[in-house]
């Protein structure tokens, strides 16, 4: 396809407004008329002179969705998918495309779910079927505000609204859409959430009560001093257990969630909880499974030791980065040794960290001297 420049402009209309409108230089052959042309309406006006605030802000909404309406054209050209094929890929079905990508997380039951669940809020959206050419800048803030409307926490949303963005990147690299929408959207905003962990007493104090599974009570110890989640602890071998004489014992493994590869450095403590080694194509954990009902007898061990917090497997990762920030590490080193990829993923523990001392010096307040 010939090298096209698309443009944005406006035409005068009636009542004091603009019709907006593509340029496309040289012309092209519109794909609906099969005639050559050089515009393209979008239906949409502005206000020549806005006087009022309203009048503003509609000027400035309107140009902001045909501006993105340009860009897309613009790919469009550029990938020489503007025309028959575009329109040919606009008509297919995105519901069953996302539908074939929920199925490729059955194995990651916690994340089928979620997705299987998204699935679900597009069906709702738009029961009368969804194509790719429904897809776009609009159709995307919409799904945000379906979701807002469904009183479902602002952090499900923003988990939700990450499912949706990866079925479109991928999308994208299979060639169904010219580019990601999301990339003119204002992303739904995570709320900070309280993030409860277990202090060192209180670990020791488990550490001494029975528990009805006992290979869960070593998981979470070994989380608690490891920062290792449930996904990676699950599938770790003795093979993935090395050492040398320089750094002592450490596991080398990849992170489910990340797919990175991590070296992470053991202590006596966590070697200590999981005893002596096996052969080293057998797991460390044996029979250890995630359930609703194994998370119950989580709890009642927990509250056993007389710990009333709201403690699941995974706050053991949280009292692992806790801990290691008390104790002085830096907030560099606690976020290599958790997996971050970000350091700003971390900084929620330092904000833990900075309301400890507060508390603890606010004990000073009823001190009289």
């Known amino acids: 396809m010939k090298n096209v420049k698309v443009s944005l402009r406006s035409k005068k209309i009636s009542k004091g407004r603009k019709s907006l409108y593509l340029d496309f ?6 794909p609906e008329t099969g005639k050559e042309s050089r515009r393209e309406f979008l239906g949409m006006y502005i206000f020549e002179k806005p006087k009022e605030a309203l009048d503003k802000q509609h000027n400035q909404q ?36 996302f539908n074939k990508l929920v199925g490729k997380k059955y194995k990651s039951e916690g994340n089928y779910g979620n997705w299987k669940s998204v699935y679900k809020h597009l069906q709702e959206y738009r029961p009368h079927g969804i194509t790719f050419g429904d897809v776009d800048k609009f159709f995307v803030e919409g799904f945000i505000e379906h979701l807002m409307s469904t009183k479902m926490k602002p952090n499900s949303v923003v988990s939700y609204y990450g499912k949706l963005n990866a079925a479109l990147k991928q999308a994208v690299k299979d060639d169904m859409i010219p580019e990601n929408p999301t990339k003119y959207v204002d992303a739904p905003k995570a709320e900070e959430t309280n993030r409860e962990f277990l202090e060192l007493e209180e670990i020791k104090k ?46 080398r493994y990849r992170q489910k969630k990340t797919k990175g590869y991590e070296t992470l ?33 989580l709890k009642a061990w927990i509250l056993s030791a007389g710990i009333t917090k709201k403690i699941s497997f995974h706050c053991a990762r949280h009292s692992f980065a806790t801990l290691q920030l008390s104790m002085g590490t830096d907030i560099y080193t606690v976020s290599k040794l958790l997996g971050h990829k970000e350091l700003k993923t971390t900084q929620i523990y330092g904000k833990i960290i900075d309301r400890k001392k507060n508390e603890a010096i606010d004990k000073f307040n009823d001190i009289e001297l």
């Open 206 to 251: 488990i550490a001494k009560m029975p528990c009805v599974f006992p290979v869960l009570k070593d998981a979470f110890l070994f989380s608690a001093f490891t920062g290792l989640r449930f996904s990676d602890i699950q599938k770790l071998k003795w093979e993935d257990l090395q050492q040398n004489k320089e750094t002592g014992h450490y596991i």
């Open 25 to 30: 230089y040289p012309a092209i052959k519109n």
């Open 265 to 297: 450095p053991i202590s006596k403590i966590a070697l200590n909880i999981i005893g002596e080694p096996g052969k080293p194509e057998t797991l460390i954990f044996k029979n250890l499974v995630y359930s609703a009902w194994q998370n119950e007898k």
């Open 62 to 97: 309107t140009k902001g969705k045909a501006e993105s309406i340009r860009a897309i054209r613009q790919l469009e050209m550029n990938n020489g998918t503007y025309g028959f094929n575009s329109d040919a890929k606009k008509k297919k079905d995105f519901l069953e495309y």
